[in-house]
């Protein structure tokens, strides 16, 4: 499975941006998704998940009610939109898949990852 990000870019705080992830090569529905991001020092950390189906959702406290995390399980995709972002948002942001049904907020619960896309907040 690959895993294709993108949309990230440079914004003004209060602006919005959308990243997209579309997944090829042995694809599955069976799979849910995660987006995770990574600024320099720091370790990557969840930002929001999905289960496979998508009724279940997981946002990190940081980014709860800014950031809406969708699937669209016929076009392969998941989504992550992003508003009202901070400069604390900046950040190289990942997607990955999970080979299960139900989503996790950890690093090791995840299978398969992108290449990241870079987000930038300026003040």
């Known amino acids: 499975v690959q895993l294709q990000a993108s949309g990230g870019g440079l914004v003004q705080a209060g602006g919005s941006l959308r990243l997209s992830c579309v997944a090829s090569g042995r694809t599955s529905t069976n799979y849910a998704r995660g987006w995770f991001r990574q600024s320099p020092g720091k370790e990557r950390e969840a930002v929001a998940a999905?289960?496979?189906?998508?009724?279940?959702?997981y946002y990190a406290d940081s980014v709860k009610g800014r950031f809406t995390i969708s699937k669209d399980n016929a076009k392969n995709t998941v989504y992550l939109q992003m508003n009202s972002l901070k400069p604390e948002d900046t950040a190289v942001y990942y997607c990955?898949?999970?080979?299960?049904?139900?989503?996790?907020?950890?690093?090791?619960?995840?299978?398969?990852w992108g290449q990241g896309t870079q987000v930038t907040v300026s003040s």
């Open positions: 990955a898949a999970r080979r299960a049904s139900d989503h996790v907020p950890n690093v090791a619960g995840y299978d398969y």
């Open positions: 999905i289960s496979r189906i998508g009724g279940n959702t």
